[in-house]
């Protein structure tokens, strides 16, 4: 299968995670999905468990290559870690029911690549803008950066945890808003937040 094509239908794929979901769709309806047949599917990706990797990962190069574009607009680092906030607020909400747990316990492939990118990217990327925001007066001078880190990404786990908020009764968006703002607003001296403010006001 020609490389576009094959990005085409992960595209659409991805479309359709987000809007249902990764719990619903079996192989034949994904097939259909994609105006495949069954056959067709299987020869391009393997399984329903290939297709989400495969959609996981052009996702997350997807979310790096948005960051980059996001932070070359932004002045301090401090700037740069509350629209880091904003911007993966906005990623919940835009899949309200993409089944991290779901995905977790039966495509463990796909929650691999998750796992990798907070260690390998999320986290080193939270290090570095935690640090500059300190080095620059923004965020407190007590403040341990890594450590900082690691509460943040522990954060986003306990938000991700069915077992604490059922996703079926709770919008994980709005666990995330209210667990991690605050957290972050609380880490800015009164420079940090005036030079935060207007990113605040958009979480």
């Known amino acids: 299968m020609e490389q576009l094509v094959r990005q085409q239908l992960i595209d659409r794929a991805a479309a359709l995670f987000r809007e249902v979901g990764v719990r619903l769709p079996h192989e034949e309806q994904l097939a259909a999905a994609l105006d495949c047949t069954p056959a067709e599917f299987r020869e391009a990706f393997g399984s329903k468990e290939m297709l989400l990797c495969a959609v996981t990962g052009h996702n997350l190069e997807r979310q790096r290559q948005e960051h980059t574009e996001l932070f070359a607009n932004l002045d301090t680092p401090a700037e740069c870690l509350v629209s880091l906030l904003r911007y993966s607020l906005n990623e919940l909400r835009q899949a309200p029911h993409y089944d991290y747990h779901i995905m977790r316990t039966q495509y463990p492939l796909s929650w691999q690549l998750i796992s990798e990118h907070l260690r390998d990217y999320t986290g080193p990327l939270l290090v570095r803008l935690l640090q500059g925001g300190i080095d620059q007066g923004q965020l407190h001078?007590?403040?341990?950066?890594?450590?900082?880190?690691?509460?943040?990404?522990?954060?986003?786990?306990?938000?991700?945890?069915?077992?604490?908020?059922?996703?079926?009764?709770?919008d994980v968006s709005v666990v995330y808003r209210n667990m991690c703002g605050p957290y972050v607003r609380g880490l800015c001296t009164t420079a940090g937040l005036q030079a935060t403010s207007i990113h605040f006001e958009r979480l």
């Open 141 to 170: 001078a007590s403040l341990d950066a890594r450590l900082i880190a690691h509460i943040m990404l522990a954060q986003f786990s306990l938000v991700l945890n069915e077992e604490l908020f059922p996703p079926d009764e709770v």
